[in-house]
T-cell receptor, first 114, second 114 residues
Framework: EAQVTQNPRYLITVTGKKLTVTCSQN?????MSWYRQDPGLGLRQIYY???????DKGDVPEGYKVSRKEKRNFPLILESPSPNQTSLYFC?????????????FGPGTRLTVT | AQTVTQSQPEMSVQEAETVTLSCTYD???????LFWYKQPPSRQMILVIR??????QNATENRFSVNFQKAAKSFSLKISDSQLGDAAMYFC???????????FGTGTRLQVFP
C-alpha cells in the first residue's frame, strides 16, 4: 500500500529537549516536505527536499532542521524545542515534475512542548 | 507571493442539502493548480478534488464539484447531498506549475446536521 508514515503520532516534551520526528514514504517520490498546522493559520511549509541531499527552507524554517540521506526518509529535527513549536506536523511526498500530481500526506504528529 | 483566502471559518448544512465553501487566491501566474483537501477528526489530509488552471471545465468528483472562475481568482467547492461523513475541516490549496509546494488557506470547518 502506498503510504507516508510518521512517528511518533503524539509527543509531549519539555523545552530544550532535542527530538526527531521521522517520516518515510514507500512510493519512490523525489519531493518530500514538512508542514505545520496551527489554528487559524492553515498549513505552512517548514522545509522541503527535491531529492537526496537536496533540502531547502520553506516559509517557517526557524527552529527546525531536516536531512535527506535516503530517498524514502525525511526526518524533522527540533534541536531545542520551544512552546511556540507546539503544533500538528505533517510530512508529505509527491513525484517531482508531474503536472497535477497528488501530494500524499502522513497521518500527522501532534507535538506539545511544555 | 501567492496567497489563498478562505473567508468562512465555519459553515453548517443540513443532511442531504447543498453547501458551497468559498476560496479566493492571489497570483500573477497563468498556469497553476488548485486543490480542496478534507481533514476529518482523524486529522488525515484527504484530497477531495483538483483543478488545472488551463482547463476551463470545472472539475467534478461524485457529489463534489468546483466553480473555478480564473479571472476572478475564485475556486469554490460545492458539496451536494451532504452526508454526516462530510463534516470536517476543508482546506483550499494552490500550487504553482514550477514547484511542488502547496499554499493553503486557513480552512473552513463544516458541520453537518441530521
Amino acid at each position: 500500500e502506498a503510504q507516508v508514515t510518521q512517528n511518533p503520532r503524539y509527543l509531549i516534551t519539555v523545552t530544550g529537549k532535542k527530538l526527531t520526528v521521522t517520516c518515510s514514504q514507500n512510493m519512490n517520490h523525489e519531493y518530500m516536505s514538512w508542514y505545520r498546522q496551527d489554528p487559524g493559520l492553515g498549513l505552512r511549509q517548514i522545509y522541503y527536499s527535491m531529492n537526496v541531499e537536496v533540502t531547502d527552507k520553506g516559509d517557517v524554517p526557524e527552529g527546525y532542521k531536516v536531512s535527506r540521506k535516503e530517498k524514502r526518509n525525511f526526518p524533522l529535527i527540533l534541536e531545542s524545542p520551544s512552546p511556540n513549536q507546539t503544533s500538528l506536523y505533517f510530512c508529505a511526498s509527491t513525484i517531482t515534475g508531474a503536472r497535477v500530481s497528488e501530494q500524499y500526506f502522513g497521518p500527522g504528529t501532534r507535538l506539545t512542548v511544555t | 507571493a501567492q496567497t489563498v483566502t478562505q473567508s468562512q471559518p465555519e459553515m453548517s448544512v443540513q443532511e442531504a442539502e447543498t453547501v458551497t465553501l468559498s476560496c479566493t487566491y492571489d497570483t500573477s501566474e497563468s498556469d497553476y493548480y488548485l486543490f480542496w483537501y478534507k481533514q476529518p477528526p482523524s486529522r488525515q489530509m484527504i484530497l477531495v478534488i483538483r483543478q488545472e488552471a488551463y482547463k476551463q471545465q470545472n472539475a467534478t468528483e461524485n457529489r463534489f464539484s468546483v466553480n473555478f472562475q480564473k479571472a476572478a481568482k475564485s475556486f469554490s467547492l460545492k458539496i451536494s447531498d451532504s452526508q454526516l461523513g462530510d463534516a470536517a475541516m476543508y482546506f483550499c490549496a494552490y500550487r504553482s506549475e514550477n514547484t511542488d509546494k502547496l499554499i493553503f488557506g486557513t480552512g473552513t470547518r463544516l458541520q453537518v446536521f441530521p
